[in-house]
């Protein structure tokens, strides 16, 4: 079956702590994509990928990172500079033309210990 | 004032009920998508339009260009049609609705 995981489920960040949540794809699509979801407030865009080895910021980015080394994979990175990460993490992909339907990963809930 | 304004926030309806969503946006966009978020947390998209209609199944989903306005209706409204839809327009990127938490009773 062809889909996006994500992984962990949950995830717990110790102060200063960098952590990272895992995002694979094996719907062959180019563009994957990372957004934030906070109560009461839209999906907000961290970062983007259109293509392997390129990624753009969203309008988010301050204290994440990113890499797109394979085409399947796009992992993010919470760093120790982002002062407020609890959140819920989801995972997009799509076909490559941005306006066209983006697949969901499961999500990954983060939560500051 | 958000891009994407969706109404109403929250909605209750009994078993049967015919529902609307609605989704306002203020500015030109490419394409209108409605995504549907389950209780635990995994998003499935909808609709993508660009004009006029859509239906699949008991959902239909409009749009207005021109008024800037979309609809997401539910006919025949169902307990496992509880969800978070959320309205999102293409931009260059993706700008989201806050989402309207929609609840059906028995």
């Known amino acids: 079956d062809g889909g996006i995981t994500q992984s962990p489920k949950y995830l717990f960040r110790k102060e200063g702590q960098n952590v990272t949540l895992s995002c694979e794809q094996n719907?062959?699509?180019?563009?994957m994509y990372w957004y934030r979801q906070d109560p009461g407030q839209g999906l907000r865009l961290i970062y983007y990928?259109?293509?392997?080895?390129?990624?753009q910021k969203g309008d988010i980015a301050e204290g994440y990172s990113v890499s797109r080394e394979k085409k399947e994979s796009f992992p993010l990175t919470v760093t120790s500079a982002q002062k407020n990460p609890t959140a819920f993490y989801l995972c997009?992909?799509?076909?490559?033309?941005?306006?066209?339907?983006?697949?969901f990963g499961p999500g990954t809930r983060l939560l500051v210990l | 004032k958000n891009e994407v304004e969706q109404s109403p926030q929250n909605l209750t309806a009994q078993e049967g009920e015919f529902i609307t969503i609605n989704c306002s946006y203020s500015?030109?966009?490419?394409?209108l998508h409605w995504l549907q978020q389950h209780p635990g947390g995994g998003i499935v998209s909808l609709f993508m339009?660009?004009?006029g209609k859509k239906k699949h199944g008991r959902l239909i989903a409009t749009i207005n260009i021109q008024e800037k306005h979309s609809s997401l209706h539910i006919t025949a409204s169902h307990p496992r049609d509880s969800a978070v839809y959320i309205c999102?327009?293409?931009?260059?990127?993706?700008?989201f609705g806050a989402g309207t938490i929609l609840r059906v009773k028995s």
């Open positions: 997009a992909s799509s076909g490559g033309q941005g306006w066209e339907t983006q697949y």
């Open positions: 990928s259109q293509i392997v080895n390129d990624f």
């Open positions: 500015v030109g966009i490419s394409a």
């Open positions: 719907l062959n699509h180019d563009a």
């Open positions: 999102a327009v293409w931009v260059n990127k993706l700008v």
């Open positions: 339009l660009s004009s």
